[in-house]
């Protein structure tokens, strides 16, 4: 079965680090792209960007260029976010999520429709 | 990049179909095939319903269809369930990244 375990709920102050998980399993890592989406509570979904594992090429959002640095290991099939100086307003639900293709393994050219596989979602939790 | 635009809010019975539409741009929307739906249940992760815009994964419904004319994309629900309320998200290519809607609130009456 394929599946993103997601690590535990968060509490910091402003200005520390942190970098969350996104644990895949049940398919080929490497040939899927991962992306990151942000969920402020009470408000709606932000794409915050991708990365494709097989070469951890990535792609950001305008928005969180510079904010964030999503990252992978491909020898324990994880994907990651992290931050350097949390803010308040980092405080949020963040969730990892596969791209797909329509074929068993998805190459990095290959035509992505769609998010189809989702992790529980990291509460975050910036406060002094 | 803007979100893409969304109703707040959409409400319909059980006997009536409800749509919701997702306006982008010629950048977005208008220029790629790719226009996908989410479903997000209180307190759970969204969920794909339609992709491409008008394809749906195995196991979705077939109660939901999607379209799409121009920059506009749209999810039909037609003969909305009880379970079918939840918030609505549609998620569009727009070159290098990708642009969600503000959501929209699907209430069952």
């Known amino acids: 079965e394929v599946h993103l375990e997601q690590s535990g709920a968060e509490v910091k102050k402003p200005g520390e680090s942190l970098k969350i998980s996104c644990e895949a399993s049940g398919y080929n890592f490497n040939f899927y792209w991962i992306a990151w989406v942000r969920q402020v509570p009470g408000k709606g979904l932000e794409w915050m960007g991708v990365?494709?594992?097989?070469?951890?090429?990535?792609t950001y959002s305008p928005s969180f260029q510079g904010q964030v640095i999503i990252s992978a290991d491909r020898s324990i099939s994880t994907a990651y976010l992290q931050w350097s100086s949390l803010q308040a307003s980092d405080t949020a639900i963040y969730y990892c999520?596969?791209?797909?293709?329509?074929?068993?393994?998805?190459?990095?050219?290959?035509?992505?429709?769609?998010?189809?596989?989702w992790g529980q979602g990291t509460t975050v939790i910036v406060s002094s | 990049q803007s979100a893409l635009t969304q109703p707040a809010s959409v409400s319909g019975s059980p006997g009536q179909s409800i749509t919701i539409s997702c306006t982008g741009t010629s950048r977005d929307v208008g220029g790629y095939n790719l226009v996908s739906w989410y479903q997000q249940h209180p307190g759970r992760a969204p969920k794909l319903i339609i992709y491409e815009d008008t394809k749906r994964p195995s196991g979705v419904s077939n109660r939901f269809s999607g379209s799409k004319s121009g920059n506009t994309a749209s999810l039909t629900i037609s003969g909305p369930q009880a379970e079918d309320e939840a918030d609505y998200y549609c998620c569009s290519f727009a070159g290098s990244i990708w642009v969600f809607g503000g959501g929209t609130k699907l209430t069952v009456l």
């Open positions: 990365i494709y594992a097989g070469d951890s090429h990535t």
């Open positions: 999520a596969r791209y797909d293709c329509g074929f068993d393994t998805c190459e990095k050219s290959s035509v992505v429709y769609g998010m189809n596989v």
